[in-house]
């Protein structure tokens, strides 16, 4: 089992920067994938990022490619999402996610571990 909890969401306007953080705890935190979600009002769960557990391999969705990047501190067990160039369409509940299989976290084909989430909220 591992749990994971978000923070760092708040109101940015736009064009401002947010770092999100993600901390897992429990079964282990080093050894799994993880990735960043996001979820706005009346839309389906999107795919914001992922990070290989050795850091290795990073992915992105395309809307967030080149202003959001992701990163992770195993000693910590923490994964972050610093979030630049923020922009209205940016709002929504940011979800954090860990698995096994990183493709899974990609294509969110089944993902076990989800975090509660924290609101990002950008202002015009």
């Known amino acids: 089992q591992v749990q994971l909890v978000e923070s760092g969401g708040g109101l940015v306007q736009a064009g401002g920067s947010l770092r999100l953080s993600c901390a897992a705890s429990?079964?282990?935190?080093?050894?799994?994938?993880m990735g960043w979600f996001r979820q706005a009002p009346g839309k389906e769960r999107e795919f914001v990022a992922a990070?290989?557990?050795?850091?290795?391999?990073?992915k992105y969705g395309d809307s967030v490619s080149g202003r959001f990047t992701i990163l992770r501190e195993n000693g910590k067990n923490t994964v972050y999402l610093q979030m630049n160039s923020l922009k209205p369409e940016d709002t929504a509940v940011y979800y954090c996610?860990?698995?096994?299989?990183?493709?899974?976290?990609?294509?969110?084909?089944?993902?076990?571990?989800w975090g509660k989430g924290t609101q990002v909220t950008v202002s015009s």
């Open positions: 990070i290989s557990w050795g850091a290795s391999i990073t």
């Open positions: 996610a860990a698995g096994a299989t990183f493709n899974v976290i990609v294509s969110n084909s089944g993902v076990v571990y």
């Open positions: 429990g079964r282990t935190g080093s050894s799994y994938h």
